[in-house]
């Protein structure tokens, strides 16, 4: 049996209908309650991200500025530890001249050192490259001798040696000469590098 919603049962039906209303309403107000925070929440996801993105890249840029700086570092050091960042030590350089003569027994080493001069340029501040040219003369038995003397010299001095030039001679042979007179003439320019603070 089938009933028919008359208009006087409207009245009756007004509160549960009202109720309907207002609960789809406070649905539709969480709905988009809901929706507002979801679009809020993906917005400060992806200002996170950005952060986290950020924060890696600065990450990354100070490791390799902190590897640039220990390199650099390194350098220094090593420029402390062979004396480049000192002022010139001549009268070291002249003793050590001496001691490698004598330990090597070589025959004869003559040189003559140059006045410092500055290999820089330009006006930049810090530091600055001096020179000081050293012309080198020796009478050898054999070649080796110059090589030793040479290596022995950049091991024991404070300063950078660039060998801008070795010319070897053979000298003439002469009768009664003793076997261990020297075979050989030797001559050489070498700069003697420093680096100093600009005043």
């Excluded at 004396?83 to 350089?93: A, F, I, S």
């Excluded at 530091?127 to 050293?134: K, P, Q, T, V």
């Amino acid at each position: 049996m089938k009933t028919a919603l008359a208009l006087r049962d409207l009245p009756l039906l007004r509160g549960t209908l009202l109720f309907a209303v207002l609960l789809s309403l406070f649905g539709l107000t969480l709905l988009k309650i809901a929706h507002d925070g979801a679009k809020e929440m993906r917005e400060q996801h992806g200002r996170i991200l950005a952060q986290h993105r950020n924060i890696r890249e600065n990450l990354s840029r100070l490791a390799t500025d902190e590897r640039e700086i220990r390199q650099k570092l390194a350098r220094y050091e090593d420029l402390v530890k062979h004396g480049y960042l000192n002022q010139e030590q001549r009268l070291e350089w002249v003793e050590q001249i001496r001691r490698i003569k004598v330990r090597r027994k070589l025959i004869e080493v003559n040189y003559e050192l140059a006045a410092q001069q500055s290999l820089d340029k330009t006006d930049s501040v810090g530091y600055e490259l001096m020179s000081s040219a050293m012309k080198l003369q020796m009478r050898l038995l054999h070649e080796e001798d110059l090589l030793n003397f040479l290596a022995d010299l950049r091991g024991s001095v404070r300063a950078y040696l660039r060998i801008r030039s070795c010319a070897l001679e053979r000298l003439p042979k002469s009768n009664g000469r003793p076997s261990d007179a020297a075979e050989l003439k030797a001559e050489c320019l070498i700069d003697w590098i420093t680096l100093r603070e600009r005043p």
